[in-house]
């Protein structure tokens, strides 16, 4: 026998919603590789080079000329390139250690995302709440379960732990979760803690990765290949285990709220 229409709607409404998030998401990947080589070709005519090695070489070289106060544009830059999916976050994290070194990297790249990501949040919060509400019912399942883990008094103080748990996983991403975290009544406290806190793993891994194959390039650091793939698969091994965890409590959470309904 058919199902009963509600679960028909049900089945429909999962399905309506897969696509949409596959669609966007595929829009979201195709924008922001297209930005990433657009952002380089800018890159490469403004600095007068022939080749992105050439580039990121004249910008370690002006940025060492400079010294902290180079971190200043650059921040500024990285922040500006984070409030759309116009650029790769893992390249620039990876340019950014290159240029930086890891310390100069990591604080320059965290900066970055917290920022970038308070600025989402606030101007979906005060100024696009109309425009992004049709996009909020299209979200995971998981996040709608973060969204009502913000819904009282008693749950807010979780709310630090619910953003890092968010940032860990990969369902959502970065840019798009900063602004549907602006629909959500999240205090703005325990979103910026816990941003800067999920998005501290990945970013220190793709930084020193930077460091490293600049290193590995340049002569200076001697590797033997089975070390060095070791140390990649280990690296892996960690960030793929953080994500598993973060989406398993995601999970729960998710299958709790739709019990509780």
């Known amino acids: 026998p058919p199902p009963p229409q509600s679960d028909r709607d049900k089945v429909m409404a999962s399905l309506t919603a897969f696509a949409a998030m596959a669609g966007s998401g595929l829009v979201a990947f195709v924008v922001e590789q297209g930005g990433t080589v657009t952002v380089v070709e800018i890159l490469r005519r403004l600095t007068g080079t022939s080749s992105v090695a050439e580039v990121f070489e004249h910008l370690t070289v002006q940025a060492a000329a400079m010294?902290?106060?180079?971190m200043i544009p650059a921040a500024a830059a990285c922040t500006a390139l984070q409030l759309a999916p116009v650029c790769n976050g893992i390249l620039m994290a990876m340019g950014m250690g290159?240029?930086?070194?890891?310390?100069?990297?990591?604080?320059?790249m965290s900066f970055s995302a917290v920022?970038?990501?308070v600025c989402c949040m606030l101007s979906s919060r005060y100024l696009g709440k109309g425009l992004l509400s049709g996009a909020a019912q299209s979200a995971p399942p998981v996040f709608k379960a973060?969204?009502?883990?913000?819904?009282?008094?008693e749950k807010k103080g979780r709310a630090l732990v619910l953003v890092a748990l968010v940032r860990l996983s990969?369902?959502?991403?970065?840019?798009?979760?900063?602004?549907?975290?602006?629909?959500?009544?999240?205090?703005?406290?325990?979103y910026t803690v816990g941003t800067a806190i999920?998005?501290?793993?990945?970013?220190?891994?793709?930084?020193s990765a930077g460091v490293l194959g600049k290193g590995v390039?340049?002569?200076t650091i001697q590797l033997p290949p089975a070390l060095l793939a070791a140390g990649v698969a280990a690296t892996v091994s960690v960030l793929v285990i953080l994500s598993?965890?973060?989406?398993?409590e995601l999970a729960k959470m998710s299958k709790a709220s739709d019990e509780s309904v």
């Open 146 to 153: 973060v969204a009502d883990g913000f819904g009282d008094g």
């Open 67 to 70: 010294g902290w106060t180079a």
């Open 198 to 207: 999920g998005t501290l793993p990945g970013l220190s891994v793709f930084v």
């Open 217 to 219: 390039l340049g002569g």
């Open 170 to 190: 990969p369902v959502i991403p970065f840019v798009w979760s900063n602004y549907l975290f602006g629909l959500t009544s999240v205090p703005i406290l325990p």
């Open 244 to 248: 598993r965890i973060s989406q398993a």
């Open 98 to 108: 290159l240029i930086f070194g890891t310390q100069k990297g990591i604080a320059l």
């Open 115 to 117: 920022t970038s990501s």
